[in-house]
């Protein structure tokens, strides 16, 4: 059974993680149509199937490609959101990030 906080977790990290993957695949079909803009008129394709055929198979293909660092700036990015909006101590206090515990060079941790 997920927890409340668990769900909440898991919601704001996967809308971060979507939020950035929509940027990225928009600037790389911008990036691309510019390109490829005359190739597609040389082939005098219409527009659905350049959509349906080509960029649905391009976009998929480079999310499934950049996922890795996708995730990694979407992990940056959420905790850094959760830290500023101080949510890490409060899940801290409720000894949910028990690894946070560990002293830095200004002493222990207030939480510890």
């Known amino acids: ?37 005359e190739d ?20 998929i293909y480079y999310a499934n490609f950049f996922s890795g660092l996708l995730i990694f700036l979407a992990v940056i990015l959420f905790t850094g959101r959760l830290a500023h909006r101080s949510d890490v101590i409060t899940f801290s206090a409720c000894c949910v990030y028990t690894w946070m515990a560990a002293p830095s060079k200004y002493g222990p941790a207030p939480w510890s």
Not at 23 to 36: G, P, Q, R, T, Y
Not at 40 to 59: C, D, H, P, Q, W
């Open 1 to 37: 059974m997920i927890r409340t906080l668990d769900r909440d977790i898991i919601t704001r990290f996967l809308g971060t993680f979507f939020f950035i993957l929509v940027l990225i695949m928009a600037v790389a079909v911008v990036f691309d149509i510019s390109e490829k803009t």
């Open 40 to 59: 597609f008129a040389k082939m005098s394709a219409s527009l659905g199937e350049i959509v349906t055929r080509y960029y649905f198979n391009f976009v």
